[in-house]
């Protein structure tokens, strides 16, 4: 049988020397699955302009 599917691996070192190997796959699923199902809109609106429309001038 073989899967055809994402693979999310992450690879750490230590100053001993040592290498491990981190399999995070069901995690990153599990919250993809998560973050698709919410409207990120309510929570976040990223097309708010600043009040003062000047950015970090201040309105000057």
């Known amino acids: 049988n073989v899967q055809m599917g994402s693979l999310y691996i992450l690879i750490s070192g230590a100053t001993d020397?040592?290498?491990?190997?981190?399999?995070?796959?069901?995690?990153?699923?599990?919250?993809m699955q998560l973050v698709s199902v919410l409207d990120v809109g309510k929570f976040i609106d990223c097309q708010k302009r600043p009040r003062t429309g000047r950015g970090s001038q201040g309105g000057r």
């Open 17 to 31: 020397g040592s290498i491990a190997f981190w399999d995070l796959t069901k995690s990153i699923q599990a919250f």
